[in-house]
Structure formats: structure tokens, C-alpha cells
């Protein structure tokens, strides 16, 4: 059971941002900006820095919703599998292993970054906003995973729920919106 | 030197990132604005010690002093009070039901699933409310991304605690959407 009262129909994530709408608005506002903003990383390719730091922080919820989103959003499940459970050998390219790995460096300490992580990611292309972006990325995430285990909110056990979710993020990201859960119930 | 070429590297901290990306600065200035000077139960001397603690605990002393200072400045103590932070509060008269909330925010800092029921019920029992335990888990999760923000792109800041005394003054008195 979560250890405030959130509301029933909300696991995860949602209850807690539902909790205090107030705070919750500049944290959505960050994520649209960082996840569905311009940029030159694909919306997928974020989904996957989203994805392997929620993983490193083994929160169930929050690895299983942006995989699915993640999936849903470069049409096929087997990279995020792959970042996940074998960055060495998935399908992408040499700049996001570089920014992957600069991601799972964030998730333990921000002093984990090194110069030889940095400089990897800028050989194999990446700009120094693509590396602004991916920090500051693993480090909301790092916010996320905290309150959503911290509150000991529910994670639903059928993948459906989670595929169900991907669809809400992929169609109406992260802002706040009307009705915006109608499609969670199965 | 930050990992990145920032548009001012004279400005340490978080400050030169803000300064860096502007569209990302207003949500996480915005965030600290309300969690650490908007409507509480709990005062602002006593949200800017769980920012601070949080982020001695991630080893981020840019946010830890400045913080650190912040706090200082709304309860009128001294740059002492920097050091004081680092031990836990020993010197500083503490409320038991602050104690209960800087105990579930260090847990938090390490991960959010080392917060466990006797941490929320001891916090219950001293008092502190359903609001209170979440924006209390709410700060340390945030400090937890600013800490990481700043030490992450290997921003510079300055040494020792006196160089953050008129910043944490800045901060009680304008705020954070000041950047």
C-alpha cells in the first residue's frame, strides 16, 4: 500500500503527480521538454536514456512504462531489451552507446561522469547539448524513480497496463491533459 | 571545467546550466521556487536543511553550501551552520518530527525503495502530516536530479562555505526565479 492515499485508479507515477497538482506541473513542463522537445535525438532514442536509468534503479514501474514507450515509438521491441540487458551488443548507434553509458554513470552519482565517458560520447558525435540533455534526462529520472518507490506506489503487473500508457505518452506526452488516464483502464 | 562549453563559465553550479539552456531552466527554477519557498506547514530554514543535507549526502558541494546557506540565512545562523550539516545536525536544535523527515529524505537519497514503513510511521508519530511526507520525499527526490545535474556536466564550484553566505541570502530573500 503507498504510504500517503493516492487514488486508487492511478498507479505508478500517476497517483503522485495527481497527489499535488502544483508540483507536479514544473516536473511535467521538464519532461515534455526534455522527451518531446526539439531536438536532435529521436523521441525513441530518449525513451531509451529514460528507460535504461529507471532500470539501473530497478523501479519496475517506471522500467516498464518507458520501455513500452520506447518500444512503441521506434516500432519494435528488441533495442530497449538490448540497452538494457546488453548495451555492449544493441542495435544503435556509437554516439547513443556513448550517451547511454553517460546516462548509467548519472543514475549512481553525478561524480561518475568522467572525462573518458564525456569524451567518448564526442568522438563518436555527440553535441554538447545532446549531452546536456542526456544528463539532465538520467537526472529526473533519478527524481522519478525515487518518488515512485519512495511512495511504495503500485506497479500493475500485466504488461497490457503498460502498453496501454505508452499509447497516452506517445499521443499526449507528458503536460497535463484532459481526461488524460480514460485509456488506462483495460 | 564543465563537460560542456557553457555560455558563461564563470558561473558555477547549477547557475551556468541554467544560464546554459533557458527553456529547461523555468520548470526546474519553478520547482524550486515552490518546493522550498511556496505554502507549507514546514518553514523554509527547515526545507533548504533537507536540500542541503540530500545533497551533502550525494557529495554535491556546490548545492550543499549553497543550500546550506540558504537555510542559514532564514534561521539566522552562520557559516558554522555549513559544517553543522555534515554531521547531521548536532549543534542545531532540531525538532523530533524534522528528525523523522531528514531520516526518510536521507533513505530517499539512497533510493527510493529504502524508504520503509517505520520510516513513514515514526514521521506520523511525531506529527508529520500526509502533505509534509510528500513534499519531504518530493525535495530529496529533486536534489537527487540537481545534484546529479551539477556534478553530472562537472560544473566548478567555489571551496569551503563563505564564498556562499550572500548566495544563500539571495536565495531566502528573492528566490529561485532570479537566474
Not at chain 2, 524550486?32 to 526545507?47: N, V
Request: glycine share 8%; charged share 20%.
Amino acid at each position: 500500500m503507498p504510504h500517503i492515499p493516492l487514488d486508487v485508479n492511478l498507479p505508478g507515477i500517476t497517483g503522485i503527480l495527481n497527489y499535488r497538482t502544483e508540483t507536479a506541473l514544473p516536473i511535467r513542463q521538464l519532461t515534455q521538454i526534455l522527451l518531446r522537445g526539439d531536438s536532435t535525438l529521436t523521441e525513441g532514442e530518449r525513451e531509451l536514456i529514460a528507460t535504461v536509468v529507471s532500470y539501473g534503479n530497478e523501479c519496475q514501474f517506471c522500467t516498464a512504462a518507458h520501455t513500452a514507450a520506447a518500444d512503441i515509438l521506434l516500432g519494435e521491441k528488441g533495442t530497449a531489451e538490448k540497452v538494457k540487458k546488453d548495451p555492449l551488443h544493441a542495435p544503435v548507434s556509437e554516439k547513443m552507446k556513448g550517451l547511454l553509458d553517460i546516462a548509467r554513470a548519472v543514475q549512481v552519482s553525478g561524480k561518475n561522469v568522467t572525462t573518458t565517458l564525456i569524451d567518448k560520447a564526442k568522438a563518436a558525435g555527440a553535441t554538447d547539448r545532446e549531452i546536456h540533455d542526456t544528463v539532465l534526462i538520467a537526472a529526473l529520472f533519478s527524481l522519478y524513480n525515487r518518488l515512485v518507490d519512495g511512495f511504495a506506489s503500485v506497479t500493475p503487473p500485466e504488461p497490457a497496463f503498460y502498453e496501454r500508457l505508452a499509447v497516452i505518452l506517445r499521443d499526449k506526452g507528458y503536460l497535463p491533459s484532459e481526461n488524460r488516464y480514460a485509456g488506462l483502464k483495460a | 571545467m564543465a563537460h560542456i562549453q557553457l555560455l558563461n563559465d564563470q558561473l558555477p553550479g547549477i547557475v551556468g546550466l541554467l544560464d546554459y539552456r533557458r527553456e529547461t531552466a523555468q520548470p526546474l527554477s519553478a520547482l524550486a521556487e515552490i518546493l522550498l519557498r511556496g505554502d507549507s506547514t514546514l518553514s523554509s530554514g527547515e526545507r533548504e536543511m533537507i536540500a542541503s543535507y540530500v545533497s551533502f549526502k550525494n557529495e554535491c558541494h556546490f548545492c550543499h553550501s549553497s543550500h546550506g546557506a540558504a537555510a542559514a540565512a532564514h534561521l539566522n545562523k552562520d557559516a558554522n551552520f555549513l559544517d553543522d550539516i555534515k554531521l547531521g545536525f548536532v549543534k542545531t536544535p532540531v525538532s523530533a518530527k524534522l528528525r523523522t523527515l531528514l531520516n526518510i529524505a536521507a533513505h530517499v537519497q539512497q533510493g527510493g525503495k529504502k524508504v520503509t514503513e517505520a520510516d513513514i510511521a515514526a514521521a506520523r508519530k511525531e506529527g508529520a502530516t500526509d502533505r509534509e511526507i510528500h513534499d519531504t520525499v518530493l525535495i530529496a527526490a529533486a536534489f537527487c536530479m540537481y545534484n546529479r545535474y551539477v556534478d553530472g556536466l562537472g560544473t566548478w564550484a567555489p571551496p569551503g562555505n563563505d564564498a556562499y553566505m550572500p548566495m544563500g541570502e539571495k536565495l531566502a530573500k528573492e528566490g529561485y526565479m532570479v537566474y
